[in-house]
């Protein structure tokens, strides 16, 4: 009889600190959600990109700015964001904490290929409605959709960069506009 409440015993023990454990867990995961939507905002999509000579190959990031206006992204081989559409440009605005640090549209910068840096925030944009500038002889943009993206790493296979982990949101709408 003593060896059966013994076990007992030991089976109450074993059940509550189990359900201490769940309750301490619980609190931990409560601050790192709350730690995540401080750096992410609403609706950051998290990928990791694998690099690729060819977008065929590789891991693209679709940017949905409209029903008629998108761009698909991907990292080249070489480490840079790159589109083969002409329409699709990217800046860097170098280091930041995260994603929603990356809250402006820079004036200058643009390039059709940007180097992939891990902790540097980055804009890419799609244009629309084009027309012909008669003074400057180009096609151009009247207006601009936006996306924001976060190299949060660099991916490795093999000791060799294969790709970066990435956090972007589309469209988003910067302070300065």
Not at 145 to 165: D, F, N, P, Q
């Amino acid at each position: 009889m003593t060896k059966k409440y013994l076990m007992m015993l030991f089976a109450g023990i074993v059940v509550a600190m189990t359900g201490f454990g769940l309750t301490s867990c619980g609190g931990d995961d409560l601050e790192n959600t709350v730690n995540v939507s401080e750096n992410d905002p609403q609706g950051t999509v998290v990928v990791n990109m694998i690099a690729a000579k060819s977008y065929r190959d590789a891991t693209q990031v679709r940017f949905v700015a409209s029903a008629n206006s998108y761009w698909d992204g991907y990292i080249d081989d070489a480490m840079n964001f790159y589109d083969d559409d002409y329409d699709i440009e990217f800046v860097s605005v170098g280091p930041v904490s995260g994603l929603a640090k990356v809250t402006a549209i820079p004036a200058t910068g643009w390039s059709r290929k940007v180097a992939v840096v891990p902790g540097n925030g980055y804009v890419a944009r799609v244009g629309y409605d084009q027309y012909y500038n008669e003074v400057t002889q180009n096609y151009e943009f009247r207006s601009y959709h936006y996306g924001r993206i976060y190299v949060v790493e660099y991916l490795t296979s093999g000791g060799a960069m294969s790709g970066a982990t990435v956090k972007y949101q589309s469209s988003f709408t910067p302070v300065n506009q």
